[in-house]
Nanobody, 114 residues
Framework: QVQLVESGGGLVQAGGSLRLSCAAS????????LRWYRQAPGKQRELVAG???????NYADSMKGRFTISRDNAKNTVYLQMNSLKPEDTAVYYC????????WGQGTQVTVSS
């Protein structure tokens, strides 16, 4: 059974930082491209960042320079370091393995107060 479990969300003031984690089980973690998405209230889910099995990363334009995605294949975990957070970053953050039709976590809430 495949499980992706996010953690690390919470309430933070604007300008602060959070580090999200997503621990995977039931998959051969190292072969998957991993992505973080987010969904704000009333908005569509959007891609935040991705990292390939080889470590190549990509980011949505609004996150470049503020967010960093990384992975630890030994721990079956992908991370999202979020710095300089803004109120508009408030959303539920989801990790994904293998594309939108594959595996999703349950999400973790990030709330940034102004």
């Amino acid at each position: 059974q495949v499980q992706l479990v996010e953690s690390g969300g919470g309430l933070v003031q604007a300008g602060g930082s959070l580090r999200l984690s997503c621990a995977a089980s039931g998959i051969i973690f190292g072969i998957y491209t991993l992505r973080w998405y987010r969904q704000a209230p009333g908005k569509q889910r959007e891609l935040v960042a991705g990292i390939t099995s080889g470590g190549r990363t990509n980011y949505a334009d609004s996150m470049k320079g503020r967010f960093t995605i990384s992975r630890d294949n030994a721990k079956n975990t992908v991370y999202l370091q979020m710095n300089s957070l803004k109120p508009e970053d408030t959303a539920v953050y989801y990790c994904n393995a293998g594309g939108v039709s594959a595996y999703w976590g349950q999400g973790t809430q990030v709330t940034v107060s102004s």
